[in-house]
């Protein structure tokens, strides 16, 4: 079955250090790649995502993502994070041959002031 | 992106009565919404897909008799949990989508607390 891998669940970051979350999807066909996030007590909200074109992308809060279609990967970077940046993470990805959106399971970031 | 509403944000009910969440698109035609459940510090849950005007599509676990899904017009769904029990408390989350868009807009969650 398809399915989406986030391998951290829980990251404790210092500010300004440097972010990277994984993520893998299992599936050989065309994929659409997101990237969440959900602050405390707060619905989720679109960082950025993923049809076509530079697998580079850039999203909101000085976010990025490189989709790497040999590793079916989709990690998350941000070069320096804040304290604001607490939330959880969840990677998603939309299979082409339906509507479904399949979830990872969340990576927690703490940030530590 | 769609802007999508849910009421109400927070519910709570005695165990045994029955709550309706609706889902709104406010500014989509969203032939196709989802719902899904969030347990406490876990990723979404989907539980069903409804198109609009036919019945619901659900995920294997989910009752249908519990959950009852209307997906009347383009911008309302309603999940109804019948017969709530304290095992149904949790975060109800709508998204709404349309034919061939690939990307689903979600509404802001509605916390259900059965006691």
């Known amino acids: 079955a398809q399915s989406v891998s986030q391998h951290n669940h829980h990251v404790i970051l210092s500010e300004a250090a440097s972010l990277e979350l994984g993520c893998n999807y299992s599936y050989g066909g065309t994929v659409n790649l997101f990237w969440y996030v959900q602050y405390p007590g707060q619905h989720l909200q679109l960082l950025l995502k993923y049809f076509s074109g530079d697998p580079l992308v850039k999203g909101i809060k000085g976010f990025e993502a490189e989709f790497i279609k040999s590793k079916f990967s989709f990690n998350l970077r941000k070069p320096s994070v804040q304290w604001s940046d607490t939330a959880e993470y969840f990677c998603a990805v939309i299979l082409n041959r339906d509507d479904k959106i399949i979830f990872g399971k969340g990576t927690r970031l703490h940030i530590l002031p | 992106g769609a802007v999508v509403s849910q009421h109400p944000s927070r519910v709570i009910c005695k165990s045994g009565t029955s709550v309706k969440i609706e889902c709104r698109s406010l500014?989509?035609?969203?032939?196709?919404m989802f719902w899904y459940r969030q347990f406490p510090k876990q990723s979404l849950m989907l539980m069903a897909t409804s198109n609009e005007g036919s019945k619901a599509t659900y995920e294997q676990g989910v009752e249908k008799d519990k959950f009852l899904i209307n997906h009347a017009s383009l911008t309302l769904s309603t999940l109804t949990v019948t017969s709530a029990h304290p095992e149904d408390s949790s975060f109800y989350i709508c998204?709404?989508?349309?034919?061939?868009?690939?990307?689903?807009?979600f509404g802001p969650g509605t916390r259900l607390t059965v006691l």
């Open positions: 998204s709404v989508g349309s034919t061939g868009y690939n990307e689903q807009f």
């Open positions: 500014d989509f035609q969203a032939t196709t």
